[in-house]
């Protein structure tokens, strides 16, 4: 079910055109958000942009309603709300994420997101993000000959110095030492 990106259709996303809503709704592949052409979210990158006729076709092809522009009609609950951004931290971990980018690309502002997260999961959305990061080491360090540093990246750690920290604070071993008991 492949409808195409037409010049109109991405302009009218990039001008937030609110006479298009409704003849077409958009997902980026990223975040798999979808939302309608007026949504006020920052603008997707082009290759990212997949063309929906309906909500429901949205819905089956696995993305999620964008909080902001409510594209179903339904206001997005917190609990869902948190669903998305827990998705969205397991699908993008590796990559470099701040407060920012998490709140821009799950379409909400920085202080919602981390009261909202925090009420509904008991834990900040760092701290989420660090236990995603942190497991995915642990298997990497079970099943890999990688080096500290390779894994560092690979876990979206911006060095192997913070990795150790990290991996210590919480596993009060070093990635090192894991890796030799473990194998
Ligand atoms: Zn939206």
Known sequence: MKHPLTDSRWN?????????DGTFYYGVTTTKIFCQPSCHSKAPKKTNVVIFKTPDEALEANFRPCKRC??????????LWVEQIKQYLTNNFQQHLTL???????????SNL???????????PTKYLAMIRLKHSQELLNTTDYSIKTIAIRCGFSSDTYFNTCFKKQFHQTPIAYRSLTK
């Open 12 to 20: 009218a996303i990039l001008t937030n055109d609110r006479t298009k």
């Open 70 to 79: 409510q594209p179903t009609g339904q206001k997005l609950t917190n609990e």
């Open 100 to 110: 920012d980018t998490i709140a821009s690309d799950c379409h909400g502002s920085v």
């Open 114 to 124: 981390q009261r909202t997260f925090k009420r509904i999961t008991q834990q900040s």
